[in-house]
């Protein structure tokens, strides 16, 4: 079952690319059970990035970047790809990816609320900042620096080349990262060397305050893929199938040996840059108008129920599930202790080092 792919910056083509695809077969086509498991990923994803963003208006989280209109274009790139294979270099708005990955909406709760057990940092770092080791699932992310895990991603990629191991690097990143020079020098170098990188963009049209116009010359990030010799493919990031198709194909030319692409998800923010953004001192009200009409969520909803894959009982057991899991969460995470000092320097200095302190 699949949905009509059309990109929201040019509804008359299923997707637009820029530059030449040597290898650009898809994925398998999804099933309902498969659109079905991500819709349910969407839900979840949708209730605890709720509950994160109340928590933090109760001044019990401390920051939230909300993920709210970017679900369907997370969780279609995760479905292309193998979490066991695959590497993932993601940046700060990524709660459906974490999720879709097999992150628990406890662990997550965990880093925005500072309390031990949080994977990434033991809770030392921004929310979805740090690392998940190789033998669970091997997600980086360094730092809440515009664009540094793009080069990151590329070094990576680079040194699975080298040892011969058949991987697919996923560098995450917003529209405003696009601009910066750590981006050009990772795309230039991946095409140069033919790496198996996927950039993933997700362009919701705000690079904090500023807007897309303002940012680049341009209208579609993907277009700056031709310069670099290498495919960009513009997707409607609010059809899940869409996204899954574009990254599939883009997976499947990496592991040919036939280098990068640029695959842009066009999405919309629908809440502030974060918890500490006030997006009306620079976000015009018409802006927002009609914005949560394009709702990856219900639209996915109105696909499964399209195909008969969904019903009013299976649509509530879904949304009642994912109700009591975040609620369950909620509870463990603030009953859970904050780190202890001893372990301070544990993820900090690797082992024997003269940092290390262990």
Known sequence: MLSEQTSPNNPETNSRPAGSAENDAGPPTLNDNDLLEMYRTMV??????????QMNRQGRAAIVASAQGHEAAQVGAIRALDPERDRFYIYYRELTTMLALGITPLELLLGFLAKDGEPLSGARQFPLHGAIDRQRCDIVSFSNVVATQLPQAVGVALADKMRGEKRVTVAYFGDGASSMGETHEAMNFAAIHRLPVIFFCENNKYAISVPLAQQMNIE??????????????????FDPVAVYEAVGAAANRALAGDGPTLVEAVVERFLPHTSDDDDTRYRPAEDLEGIRDLD??????KLLRASGALDDALDQEIKSAAQKIVN????????????????????VYAPGSPGDQS
């Open 44 to 53: 979840l994803s949708r209730v605890l990035d709720q509950r994160i963003w």
């Open 220 to 237: 579609s990030v993907a277009t700056r893929a031709t310069a670099y010799g290498i495919p960009g493919i513009e997707v409607n990031g």
């Open 328 to 347: 369950q969460a909620t509870e463990d995470a603030e009953n859970a202790p904050f780190p202890e000092p001893h372990d301070f320097y544990d993820q």
């Open 296 to 301: 990856p969520i219900p639209a996915t909803e």
